[in-house]
């Protein structure tokens, strides 16, 4: 047997590999090395000048209060997202692995709001949780809770938090569910007949054997609240009160579109290239070898 | 010590389909009873019903005279080895059979000696601290059958326990197990689809059809006087003939020149042209002479096993395959006319109308 494919044709391996090659260098590649390269540079708002200056950018941003809070809220952000997220799948999950009845039509109707566009599930929850016209603030104010998430921050963080996390259920649900299924029934049976209570059963047993597909949905979730929460910040708080909700990938917005400082947004740009590039890492290296059982 | 008692046992699924019909079975102490028929019989679904984990829709489950019907299973006090061994994949050998131990809060040092002991008698002392992904199937079935020796419980139950072993560790487990059983003196109840298996383990063979017992008894008996034609067909390697025939008194018509006279006194003296089956066994049909014949089977397809050879033909004048077997070291070839001898003592009439039993 042949380990590789074999070709007479020397030039058309590379025609084959050409569209995904392409792709990769011109919109991967390409303007990943187009923001190393501007991190390097201070330009002025107007494009006059242009100064190449090292890491200067890197020093100002690590130096800048600012930026830290936002590294703060970004983990917050996204462990809250990720919390959340997974533990509704599982216990959702958990429940449509029981049912009998009705069982495609439960599964189909949780898996929805993951084909809705992160931008459209803001604007919902915005309009839920709008202060003057949304219905939750409305039920709330029945308790007497007056909720407005335009000058609370901790308020604006749930809004944010629970618009990203509503969408990623689906997306958490569909896995835990394969990794209930694929769990065979004879091992909670044993357990049972060994004097496990349910309680018991789900953490000693079922748990453990789900906890693969646990940490990929950790890192999966983080680096989704990490880079794809723009849309939904944008539509809700605009990152604020104050820098509230202002994560790392919105702070690249503002300040390079808002504020025009294109050698700083590109900075952190890079900074986060770094974060997913370990993630990534991370991710690969263990999910196949540490967490297995 | 235990003994275990189903009385009327119903089982009805929520879709109507009903399982089990009144079954009855009393299992005595230390008996292993093994449950034989082919899947869909009940067999396994009866099984379950013991250990707790299916619920029981009509009858009583006694197990030392205790109605344990509403009981979990954990509070039953028994052990269960399953089809796929399900051992805990994250614990090592010694926390899988430690796990029923710990959640009945035993001792730590305790636990430890017993699951030693029980390692011991399983001689897998060495695997204690590997993970069952890292053992073999027999290994693994081993691990199965100490997790279930280690807490001494009153009843064991097997679910097709070697089915997923290879032909020659089966045969070596399955002697393991009744060693263990015997040893242990613990009641079993055992399920299988495989006759040699059943055969063999069992103390009482059950066979079971469609969710009904045909019939219960010690094998050979089953073996030597099946009730039913179904247990005749169902027990035994290779299966059992069956010819149909018509009965008057003692004579019995197989085909127009075929006709055995029987000498059976329990059979009904009044039988007129009664539709009937015949049953003979391969091993039951002697090669003879032409003159002492009661038919020659010309011979169709051969299967030389060594020991034994089979040849298959049809039987003169019907359109029935049947099946002889002859001592192996005799030669055969394609189209021979073996001259064979009906024994008539071990022929077995059953009613063709309800498949019972005719006669002794």
């Known amino acids: ?293 | 010590m235990a003994t275990v008692s189903l009385k009327n046992i119903n089982k009805t699924y929520a879709n109507g389909h009903q399982a089990i019909e009144n079954l009855n079975l009393d299992i005595t102490d230390g008996e292993m009873l093994v449950l034989v028929g082919p899947s869909g019989c009940g067999k396994s679904t009866s099984l379950r019903m013991v250990a707790g984990l299916e619920t029981i829709t009509g009858g009583d489950l006694y197990i030392d005279d205790v109605r344990v019907n509403d009981l979990e299973p954990s509070e039953r006090d028994i052990a269960m080895v399953f089809q796929n061994y399900a051992l805990y994949p994250h614990m090592t050998v010694f926390q899988n059979m430690a796990y029923g131990l710990k959640n009945r809060k035993v001792p730590k040092d305790e636990i430890q000696k017993k699951v030693e002991k029980a390692a011991e008698i399983l001689e897998i002392t060495n695997l204690l601290h590997n993970k069952p992904g890292q053992l073999s199937g027999g290994q693994r079935q081993r691990v199965a059958m100490g997790r279930a020796i280690v807490r001494n419980p009153k009843v064991f139950l097997f679910d097709e326990p070697l089915s997923n072993l290879d032909a020659k560790l089966r045969v070596q487990m399955r002697i393991e197990i009744k060693r263990l059983q015997q040893e242990f003196a613990t009641t079993a109840i055992y399920v299988t689809h495989d006759q040699v298996e059943a055969m063999t383990l069992a103390d009482r063979l059950v066979v079971m059809n469609e969710g009904n017992v045909e019939q219960v008894g010690p094998p050979i008996e089953l073996y030597e006087k099946p009730a039913t034609q179904f247990v005749a067909g169902f027990l035994g390697s290779p299966a059992m003939n069956f010819l149909d025939a018509s009965l008057n008194g003692n004579r019995l018509t197989l085909s127009a020149d075929v006709v055995l006279e029987l000498n059976d006194p329990n059979l009904p003296a009044d039988a007129h042209d009664l539709d009937v089956v015949l049953g003979i066994r391969p091993e039951h049909m002697e090669a003879c002479e032409e003159a002492e014949a009661d038919f020659t089977l010309s011979v169709d397809m051969i299967e030389p096993l060594g020991a034994d050879t089979l040849l298959y033909g049809y039987f003169p004048g019907t359109e029935s395959l049947i099946t002889s077997e002859q001592p192996g070291k005799q030669q055969f070839k394609r189209g021979h006319r073996l001259a064979l001898r009906v024994d008539r003592e071990r022929c077995h009439l059953f009613d063709k109308a309800t498949g019972k039993r005719l006669g002794s």
Do not use: C
């Not at chain 1, 503002?254 to 990534?280: N, W, Y």
């Open chain 1, 1 to 293: 047997m042949h380990d590789n494919a074999v070709f007479s044709h020397k030039v058309l391996p590379f025609f084959l590999l050409a569209p995904q090659l392409i792709i990769t260098l011109v919109f991967f590649i390409w303007p990943a090395g187009q923001a190393l390269y501007q991190s390097f540079l201070i330009e002025d708002a107007f494009g006059f000048s242009v100064e190449f200056v090292w890491f200067e950018n890197f020093i100002y941003l690590l130096e800048d209060p600012e930026y830290w809070n936002s590294v703060r809220v970004t983990f917050v952000f996204s462990a809250m997202v990720a919390l959340v997220g997974m533990i509704l799948a599982l216990l959702l999950a958990a429940m449509a692995d029981r049912v009998v009845k009705g069982a495609s039509a439960y599964k189909t109707l949780l898996i929805w709001p993951y084909a809705v566009a992160p931008v459209v599930a803001a604007v919902l929850w915005w309009l839920m949780f709008n202060p003057s016209m949304g219905v939750l603030p409305f039920w709330m104010d029945a308790f007497g809770y007056d909720w407005n998430h335009y000058v609370n921050s901790g308020e604006a963080m749930t809004v944010v938090v629970i618009a990203s996390a509503w969408k990623q259920i689906s997306y958490n649900f569909l896995f835990f569910l394969a990794g209930l299924q694929a769990i065979p029934r004879s091992l909670i049976e044993a357990a049972a007949i060994d004097g496990a209570s349910p309680f018991k059963r789900f953490w000693q047993i079922v748990f453990p054997l789900l906890s693969p597909t646990a940490f990929f949905l950790l890192v999966v979730n983080i680096v989704y609240a990490f880079f794809e929460t723009f849309g939904v910040i944008h539509a809700t708080t605009l990152g604020g009160p104050g820098s509230s909700t202002k994560t790392l990938v919105y702070k690249v917005y503002e300040d390079g579109f808002v504020g025009l400082d294109l050698g700083g947004s590109a900075a952190q740009s890079v900074i986060l290239m770094i974060i997913v590039i370990t993630l990534t890492v991370v991710q690969f290296r263990y999910v196949e070898k540490k967490v297995q059982y």
